[in-house]
C-alpha cells in the first residue's frame, strides 16, 4: 500500500520546514510513503528550505516537486498533487500546519485493519484556541451508513477542511472530484461533492495533525474590500455547484432536503455577516443576491414553507441582526433547533424527497 501526501507551498516561508519535517520524522511499516510538494510560485524563500530539505533527506520516502509556471492558488496546487499521485490513498497538508510524531503510521495501521474504507479522517488540534476538531468523539467510529455520512458532513460533525484526512484516490479521479480553481473557501464544495461518494470512513479519537493559525493567510488575512469581493464571489460559485448537485434522491434512505438547504443557507450567512461590516462592488453583490434568490426559490420548489420562511433571515430588514453580535453568536443554535422543527414535516414530503 502506498500513501501520497500532498503538501502545496506558498509563501509560508516561517511554516514549511517544521511541516516538512513533520513529514520526514513519521516512521511507518505497514505503507510506501510519497510527498509530492507544489510549489506555486511564492514570493518569498519557501521553495528553497524545501529543496535544501528534501536534498538533505536520506530516508524512505519518496519525495519530488511539482512546479507551476505562475502561482494559480491553493485548489490549482492540490489539484496538480492529485494528478502527480499515485498512492492508493491521499493525505492533503496545508505548509502552515503539520503533522504529530506517528499520525501516518497510525492512518496505515488502520487501513490495514479496515480495509476497503474510503477515508479515514483523524482528529485535529488548534492551535488559536486549543481545541479539537472532533471534541465530540469518544471512541473511534466506523460509519458505513450512507445516510449518517451525509447527514454528518452536512451539520458539521465532520470537520470539512480536505486537510488530515486519507482518501482513497481513486473516489477523487474516478469521479470527477476537483478543487474549484480561483476561490478561497474551497474546501465547502469539495466536500459536499466527496461525501455523495462516500461508503464508509472511519473517524479517529486521536489527534494526528496540528492547524497553525496564520494571521497571513488567504482566509486570515484583514477584510478590505478587494478580500471581500473574492470571497463573496467564492461563496457565489461553492453554493451555485452544491445547487447544481443536489443528494441523490436514489442513493438516500431518509430524506435530505433540510439539511442540504441549511447547509447552503449556513454558507450564504457568513457572506451576509461579512456585508454587514463592509461593502463589495455592485457586481459582486448581485452575483451573491442571485445565488441567495435561487436558494430560497429550491426551497419553495420543494414546498419547504417553513425553511424559505427561515431564510428570510438573509433579507432585509432581518438580515441586519448580523450587527448584533449575540445572534451571530447563537445563530448555529438556532439553526440546529429550526432543523428538528422542519423535519417534523419530512413525511409530507418523503414522496417528493431529493
Given amino acids: 500500500m502506498t500513501l501520497s501526501v500532498i503538501i502545496p507551498v506558498y509563501n509560508v516561508e516561517p511554516y ?42 536520506d530516508g524512505p520516502e519518496r519525495w519530488k516537486v511539482v512546479a507551476h509556471a505562475e502561482n494559480r492558488g491553493l485548489s490549482a496546487a492540490r489539484n496538480t498533487g492529485v494528478a502527480h499521485a499515485t498512492g492508493d490513498y491521499v493525505l492533503f497538508i496545508d505548509s502552515d500546519d503539520y503533522l504529530l510524531p506517528g499520525s501516518m503510521d497510525l492512518f496505515a495501521r488502520q487501513l490495514k485493519a479496515n480495509p476497503g474504507v474510503d477515508m479515514v479522517v483523524g482528529n485535529v488540534k488548534n492551535c488559536k484556541n486549543n481545541s479539537l476538531l472532533l471534541h465530540w468523539l469518544q471512541s473511534p467510529m466506523l460509519i458505513r451508513s ?47 461533492l466527496l461525501s455523495a461518494c462516500l461508503s464508509s470512513v472511519l473517524l479517529l479519537t486521536e489527534v494526528t495533525y496540528v492547524y497553525e493559525y496564520n494571521e497571513k493567510s488567504i482566509v486570515n488575512g484583514k477584510l478590505t474590500r478587494e478580500r471581500l469581493d473574492h470571497i463573496l464571489h467564492s461563496y457565489a460559485v461553492s453554493t451555485s455547484t452544491m445547487l447544481d448537485n443536489p443528494p441523490a434522491a436514489d442513493r438516500y434512505e431518509r430524506n435530505m432536503t433540510v439539511d442540504y438547504l441549511l447547509f447552503m443557507s449556513n454558507y450564504m450567512m457568513n457572506g451576509f455577516d461579512m456585508l454587514s461590516k463592509l461593502h463589495a462592488s455592485p457586481s459582486v453583490e448581485s452575483e451573491f443576491r442571485l445565488v441567495r434568490k435561487r436558494l430560497l426559490l429550491l426551497a419553495l420548489r420543494y414546498g419547504r414553507v ?22 451571530r453568536h447563537h445563530y448555529f443554535a438556532m439553526e440546529s433547533v429550526a432543523a428538528c422543527l422542519f423535519h417534523r414535516f419530512d413525511f409530507l414530503h418523503n414522496k417528493y424527497r431529493l
Fill in 16 to 57: 514549511v520546514q517544521r511541516c516538512l519535517e513533520s513529514v520526514m520524522a513519521q516512521e511507518v511499516s505497514a505503507a510506501m510513503i510519497e510527498c509530492i510538494v507544489v510549489d506555486d510560485c511564492g514570493r518569498d524563500a519557501s521553495m528553497g528550505i524545501v529543496r535544501r530539505l528534501i536534498d538533505g533527506y
Fill in 146 to 192: 450512507r445516510d449518517e455520512l451525509l447527514v454528518r458532513m452536512l451539520r458539521h460533525s465532520i470537520y470539512l477542511y480536505a486537510w488530515n484526512k486519507m482518501i482513497k484516490r481513486s473516489l477523487l479521479t474516478e469521479n470527477g472530484i476537483a478543487f474549484i480553481e480561483g476561490i478561497v473557501y474551497e474546501d465547502q464544495s469539495w466536500s459536499y
Fill in 306 to 327: 417553513l425553511v424559505a420562511a427561515f431564510f428570510l433571515l438573509m433579507y432585509a430588514p432581518f438580515r441586519w441582526l448580523q450587527k448584533i453580535a449575540v445572534f
